[in-house]
């Protein structure tokens, strides 16, 4: 069973521009992760947000959780081509022993 | 740095074949890992295990075995390869950790066809 759906399916921007993801999930959680996965590629970890923070920076990456809302965003400011690549986020459920990871977002960046 | 190695990128196989994919990591890590993923439907766990001759069903354990002989070695096996086992194959390390799961180390994928 999927905990974390992301939306939109599939987004397409223009380099310079923000883009934002967004996931929600069904459980309370221990934590949210994000992946990137370039096409053909395996995933690789963007950034760990805990139930008890509300905000995270790591370079041009932000993210936001909302656990009344059961919901995370995650922003990508003054995106790049190179950001191009398809977007997961990850949570750990109630009992925290695996991460269960939603179908994903698609980001295109046009330059 | 963590690496994950998938032996095969790419495979194909018949109906009805024994499947063998191979993932070796380098970081002394407890914790391993086996999704497969399909379009629309993100990452499913098949098995995890969290030590050596140790494994756990996921989601998806059915049509799929595993095998944990040495702890930087995870295996997992479809006995008789079916043509909805077609996928794109995901092994990942963690190392051990008491509280909430932590990060994945991801391998760069097997993409199997079964014909």
């Known amino acids: 069973s999927q905990q974390g759906e992301e939306d939109p399916q599939a987004l397409s921007i223009q380099e310079g521009e923000n883009a934002t993801m967004n996931c929600s999930y069904k459980?309370?959680?221990?934590?949210l992760q994000w992946y990137r996965q370039n096409s053909g590629r395996g995933l690789v970890h963007l950034i760990l947000i805990r139930s008890n923070e509300r905000e995270k920076h790591s370079g041009r990456l932000r993210v936001t959780l909302d656990t009344s809302k059961k919901s995370s965003s995650l922003l990508i400011t003054a995106s790049r081509a190179a950001d191009t690549a398809s977007y997961f986020c990850a949570t750990d459920g109630l009992y925290g022993n695996k991460l269960v990871f939603g179908a994903g977002t698609i980001l295109r960046v046009k330059s | 740095d963590v690496k994950v190695t998938q032996s095969s990128r790419y495979l194909v196989k018949r109906t009805g074949e024994k499947v063998f994919l191979e993932c070796v990591q380098d970081?002394?890590?407890?914790?391993m890992f086996w999704y497969r993923q399909d379009p629309g439907l993100g990452l499913r766990l098949i098995y995890f295990?969290?030590?050596?001759?140790?494994?756990e069903k996921g989601d998806i354990p059915e049509g799929y075995s595993v095998s944990r002989e040495k702890k930087e070695r995870f295996s997992l096996i479809l006995e008789s390869a079916s043509t909805n086992q077609t996928s794109m194959y995901l092994c990942?390390?963690?190392?051990?950790?008491?509280?909430?799961?932590?990060?994945?180390?991801f391998g760069e994928g097997s993409r199997l066809t079964v014909l």
């Open positions: 459980t309370s959680i221990n934590n």
């Open positions: 970081m002394d890590h407890e914790n």
């Open positions: 990942a390390s963690s190392p051990a950790t008491r509280g909430p799961h932590g990060e994945l180390f």
């Open positions: 295990s969290y030590d050596v001759k140790m494994k």
